[in-house]
């Protein structure tokens, strides 16, 4: 049976991780003593075994041996210290070249993942894990101690802005409505002033144009008076003459006088048959119209009084006609007996004929009336369907506009159901990532050497770094928001070194 053996050593800075040192069988004959037919060869008094080994035999390493060597050695504390010293040198030189080594490794295989060429896939993995790095990293500032308290410290000085702010504000409001109402005051006063000498300039305008009327008023009774004096003497010559008209006529009317009384018997007799007989029309005219009436009584009552109030003016104004007509006549009956009788013929005449034309008219406008009450009747019967077809379909329509938002209610509502849904999901994957990743990155610290103090300390150093560029940029944004820099002192004068050394 071959043996073949090899010895390992561990690597301190990454325990997981060995490395071999021999490839072959490494033996020390001289611990076996003489060759006694047994396969090997000797070396320097050492016996290299070739062949198989005897069940009792032993193998130890290289490194073994050695230890046990040096252990047998009696070595000063001086020389305990150098080798102590060489052995740590030893050390260090070797995780110095393995640190080397392997960040070489890295590059080479960062440089090789930028030059081969990625899918799309693998692009918008590399840019999702880049993005939730990100996202880790900001969760990770924010979560830090610093920044919270920077935080803190930000809103600290946004209220204290805000409270100088509000005060600037109320005490320019107050100031505001000081000149407001010192404005306002002298407003009023002008108008108090102006509409004082408004009422005075009234006032004078009606005395002056007071003044002014009783002159025009004056005037016009001057003009009055002497327009009825004129008047007077102007009548009292027309009387004159007519007296003088008068006698000439009264001589010519005693000429005439039989010729006209006979005359004026037939044309009486004439008058009278003639008023007979318009009597009676007049009568059956009343009755056919009281018949046309008939069917608008009940609508036409109000309009029948006042027709009933009219006639009877009118009827007042024909009497007071007639008695103004008899007057005269008597008064002129004297000097124009047939005449005047001739006039009240045809006043009465005329008289009669205005009524007649008045009647006309009524009749007309009552059957216009009736005309358009049947009119505005249909027009209102069409109006009310009109309106309730109206009423239907409005309706109709609200009804299915309420449907319809119904039923967009309910997709919107199922649509943010389903949106709210993933959303929850993505939050809950990104949540477990980011878990994932500050977990990593809390396990790789554990799993750092503690004598790497070196690292530790560089860490401190950028995270000081990153710290600070957060603070100044912080300061940056608060101070373009409008904040009172004077309330940012604080935050940059706060010694970040300090707190991370807590």
Known sequence: EQITQQTYFVDQTHPAMYRSVAHTSQVDESLFGKDSGRNGTMTKGRRTVTGPLAPSSIVISADELNRIRNGSVIKTEAEIAADKEHAERLKEEREKLSKERKDRMKELEKRSVMLAK????????????????????????????VVKLLNSMAQRATAFTIRDQQLEEKERLAKLEKEYDERLDVMIEIDRVQDIMKRENEEQYRKTKRVEDRKVINEQIAARERMRMLSLEAREQENQAMRNMMKKYEDEDRTQAAARAIEMEKSRKAVLLANADAIERKKQAREMEKKEMEDIL???ALKDQELARREEEEEAIARSKKERQAKLLAQQEKAQNNAGKMDELRARRAAEEKERNERKKEKAEALKRKQEMKILLESRAKQAADKL????????????????DMEYTRKMDERERREKAI????????????????DERERRRRQTPEDNSGNIREELIREEAKLAVIRDQMVKDLVAQGVNPKYLSEMRNVDIGKILKR
Do not use: F, G, T
Request: glycine share 0%; no cysteine.
């Open 118 to 145: 990625k899918s799309d896939v693998e692009i918008a993995e590399i840019a999702r894990n880049k993005a939730i790095r990100n996202m880790a990293e900001k969760k990770l500032d924010e979560n830090a101690d």
């Open 298 to 300: 009940i609508y036409q």
């Open 389 to 404: 077809e109206r009423q239907h379909s409005a309706k109709l329509q609200a009804d299915e506009a309420v449907l319809m």
């Open 423 to 438: 959303k929850e999901a993505r939050m809950e994957e990104h949540r477990v990532q980011l878990h994932a990743q500050i």
